[in-house]
C-alpha cells in the first residue's frame, strides 16, 4: 500500500521533470508538454492529500477532487487557445523553435 | 441589488454582443463598441447599488464569494478601464483589420471588441475571490482570455511573437500556482482564505517548511502577474509586441487584479507572527527590487511602448513597497489610491498613444517628434500623462507616491524609501524625454495635417485629463470613496 509520500515524491518528480522541459527544451510544442505535466503533477499530488486527508465521516475529501476537474478543465482551455497561437506563429514563420522568438530587442 | 449578479450581467452583456457580432455582416462594428460601452456604464453604475446584506452569509457561495468594500472597488476599477480599453480599440481598429488574413471588411474585428468584456468578467471574479478554487478559475479566464488577445493580430510577427511568450510564461506560472495551492491544501485542509487563516496558528513547527514552500509557488506565481521583479522578465516583449489597447488593459487592469489578489493572500498570511517575519522582509526585497530594476531599465529605452512597460515595472515596485508597509493604518487606502491613479494616467498615455501611432504608423519616441506642432491637445495630454506618472506635484501620480512613502516611512523601511526617492527622480529622466521629443524636436513632416480623434477617444482623453488634475489638487472625495 503506497503511503503518502510516495504519491508525493511522484509528483514531486513530475513537476520537476515538466520544469525541467520548460527551462531546457526549446521546441515550443515539448515545452507546452512541459507545462501540461506540471499542471498534472498537482493533480496528483491534490488526489493523494485528498484520499489521506480523511474527514469525520470516513470519506475522502472531496474539495481537492473538485478542484482537480477544474484544473483538468482549465488546462484544456489552454491547450486549446495555446495551439492555436502556435499553429498561427508556425503559418506566419514556419518555426516552432524559441531560438527564432527574437524580433524584439532593445 | 445582490453583487452576485453584477458578473452575470458582464457575462451575458459578453454573450449578447458576440450573438448580435454574427448578424452584424460585412461592417465597421462600430455598433458593437457603443452597445459594449453602454452596458459596461450601466453595470458601472449598478455597482454603486449594491447591497453586500442582499447576499446570504450563510450560504455556500459566501466561502467563495465576498462582496467586501475592497472587492467592489475593484470591480468598479475593472469596468472601468474595460470601457477605455473599448474606446481605445475604436480607435485601433484599422491596425487590427490590416492585420486580419481575411479581405473581408471588419473581419476579426467583433471578437476584438467583446473579449475585453469576457476578461473584464474574470477581473469582477477575481476581486471578489476568497478562495483558492475561485482564485484560480478567475485568474485563468482571464489569463486565457489574454493569451488570444496578445496574438490577435495574425499578420503581425511581433504580436504572435509576443503572444507565444506571454503563453508560456503565463502557462509556468499557473504550474506555480497550481502546485502552491496543493501544498497549503495538503498542509491546512482547507481552500478558504479564512478558513486557513484560523488553522495556522494551531499549526505545528514540522508543517512549516511545506507551508512556506507553498506560499513561495504562489508568491512566484502572482508575481508574474504583477510583474516584480525578478519574474518580470516577460514584460517588455510582451507590451511591445501586443496591440495597443490590449497592453494598456494588461499593464492596468490584469496588474490591480493581481495586486488585490495578493494583498488577500498575504494578509491570510500574516496572522501568525513567525510567518510575518519571514514573509515581509522577502517582498521588501522584491519591492526593492521590482523599484530599481524598473526605473533603470527604462532609461535607454528609445520605443515608447517598451519604456512605459519597464515603468510598469518600476510602479508594481511602489504598490509592493504598500503591501509590504501593510501595517500602517493608511496602507490599504495608499494602495488603492495609486492604483486608481496609475489606472488614469496609464490608460491616457495608452488612450494618446493609440492615436498617434495610428497617425505616425510607429510608437518610437522618436514617433512624437513635434507632436505639439502637430496636435497641441494631444500633446497636452500625453504631458499631463508623463507628468503624473513621474509624480510631479498636482498630479494625481504625485499624491499616490506620496502616501505610499508615508505608509512606508511609518513602518521605517528606511533603505526603501531612499531607494524609492532615487529611482523617482531616475523616472524624471525618462519621462522627460518623451515630453522633450513632443515640445522641442522638430516633425519628421511639419505639413502633416493634425492628427484625427474620434468623438468617444476626445470625451474620454478630456475626462481623464481632468480627473487626473482634480485628484492631484483635491484628494479627499476619492480617499473617501476607498475602503
Known amino acids: 500500500m503506497p503511503t503518502l509520500g510516495d504519491y508525493l515524491l511522484v509528483s514531486g518528480l ?93 | 441589488m445582490n453583487p452576485l449578479y453584477l458578473e452575470v450581467l458582464v457575462v451575458l452583456l459578453g454573450i449578447v454582443l458576440l450573438m448580435a457580432e454574427a448578424f452584424d455582416g460585412a461592417s465597421a462594428k462600430r455598433g458593437i463598441v457603443y452597445a459594449g460601452i453602454a452596458g459596461l456604464l450601466g453595470i458601472l453604475g449598478a455597482t454603486f447599488f449594491i447591497d453586500p446584506a442582499a447576499m446570504n452569509a450563510a450560504a455556500p457561495y459566501a466561502r467563495f464569494y465576498s462582496a467586501d468594500a475592497l472587492a467592489i472597488f475593484l470591480k468598479q476599477f475593472a469596468l472601468l478601464s474595460t470601457i477605455v480599453v473599448l474606446v481605445m480599440s ?21 471578437e476584438f471588441y467583446v473579449l475585453p468584456v469576457f476578461a473584464c468578467a474574470g477581473l469582477m471574479w477575481m476581486a471578489s475571490a476568497v478562495d483558492f478554487v475561485m482564485i484560480f478559475v478567475s485568474l485563468e479566464l482571464v489569463t486565457i482570455t489574454f493569451y488570444i488577445l496578445v496574438s490577435y493580430l495574425r499578420r503581425s510577427e511581433a504580436s504572435l511573437e509576443s503572444g507565444t511568450k506571454y503563453l508560456v510564461l503565463g502557462a509556468l506560472s499557473t504550474g506555480f500556482l497550481v502546485y502552491g495551492i496543493t501544498w497549503i491544501y495538503g498542509v491546512t485542509g482547507q481552500f478558504n482564505l479564512a478558513a486557513i487563516a484560523e488553522k495556522l496558528p494551531a499549526l505545528d513547527q514540522a508543517a512549516a517548511p511545506a507551508l512556506l514552500f507553498g506560499f513561495g509557488l504562489i508568491l512566484i506565481a502572482l508575481g508574474f502577474k504583477i510583474a516584480a521583479a525578478p519574474f518580470q522578465f516577460w514584460v517588455p516583449d510582451v507590451y511591445q509586441g501586443a496591440p495597443t489597447p490590449v497592453t494598456a488593459f494588461l499593464s492596468v487592469a490584469s496588474k490591480a487584479a493581481g495586486f488585490i489578489v495578493l494583498l488577500r493572500v498575504v ?20 519591492a526593492g527590487a521590482t523599484m530599481i530594476f524598473g526605473n533603470l531599465a527604462a532609461l535607454p529605452q528609445s520605443n515608447l511602448k517598451r519604456l512605459l512597460a519597464y515603468s510598469s515595472i518600476g510602479h508594481a515596485g511602489y ?61 497636452f495630454a500625453l504631458l499631463l500623462a508623463m507628468l503624473s506618472l513621474a509624480g510631479i506635484p498636482l498630479t494625481a501620480g504625485f499624491l499616490g507616491k506620496l502616501f505610499i512613502f508615508e505608509c512606508a516611512i511609518d513602518q521605517q523601511h528606511w533603505v526603501l524609501v531612499i531607494i524609492g526617492v532615487i529611482t523617482v527622480a531616475a523616472g524624471f529622466y525618462y519621462y522627460l524625454k518623451v515630453i522633450r521629443a513632443m515640445y522641442w524636436q522638430q516633425p519628421a513632416d511639419p505639413d502633416a495635417p493634425e492628427i484625427e480623434i474620434g468623438p468617444l477617444a476626445k470625451i474620454t482623453i478630456a475626462l481623464l ?9 483635491y484628494p479627499a472625495p476619492l480617499l473617501s470613496l476607498l475602503p
Open chain 2, 319 to 379: 504598490l509592493l513597497l504598500g503591501i509590504v508597509s501593510i501595517g500602517a493604518p493608511f496602507a490599504g487606502t495608499a494602495v488603492l489610491f495609486y492604483l486608481a491613479a496609475y489606472l488614469l494616467m496609464t490608460l491616457l498615455a495608452f488612450l494618446v498613444m493609440t492615436i498617434v501611432g495610428r497617425a505616425t504608423g510607429g510608437d518610437d519616441i522618436s514617433d512624437f517628434n513635434g507632436l505639439n506642432q502637430r496636435s497641441p491637445h494631444l500633446a
Open chain 1, 14 to 106: 513530475l513537476f520537476s521533470i515538466g520544469l525541467a522541459g520548460v527551462l531546457l527544451r526549446r521546441n515550443l510544442l515539448i515545452i507546452f508538454m512541459g507545462l501540461e505535466l506540471m499542471l498534472n503533477a498537482a493533480n496528483l499530488s491534490l488526489v493523494a492529500f485528498a484520499r489521506h486527508g480523511v474527514t469525520a465521516f470516513g470519506l475522502p475529501d472531496y474539495n481537492a477532487q473538485v478542484l482537480v476537474f477544474f484544473i483538468i478543465t482549465v488546462a484544456a482551455a489552454e491547450v486549446a487557445v495555446g495551439l492555436a497561437i502556435i499553429v498561427a506563429l508556425y503559418r506566419l514563420r514556419q518555426t516552432t523553435h524559441v531560438e527564432d522568438l527574437n524580433r524584439m530587442k532593445f
Open chain 2, 90 to 110: 475604436l480607435e485601433y481598429a484599422p491596425t487590427v483589420e490590416a492585420n486580419m488574413p481575411s479581405e473581408r471588411r471588419g473581419a476579426g474585428l467583433g
Open chain 2, 267 to 286: 494578509q491570510t498570511f500574516l496572522v501568525v507572527p513567525a510567518l510575518q517575519e519571514k514573509i515581509l522582509p522577502l517582498l521588501a526585497v522584491i
Open chain 2, 465 to 473: 485629463c481632468a480627473l487626473i488634475i482634480w485628484i492631484g489638487v
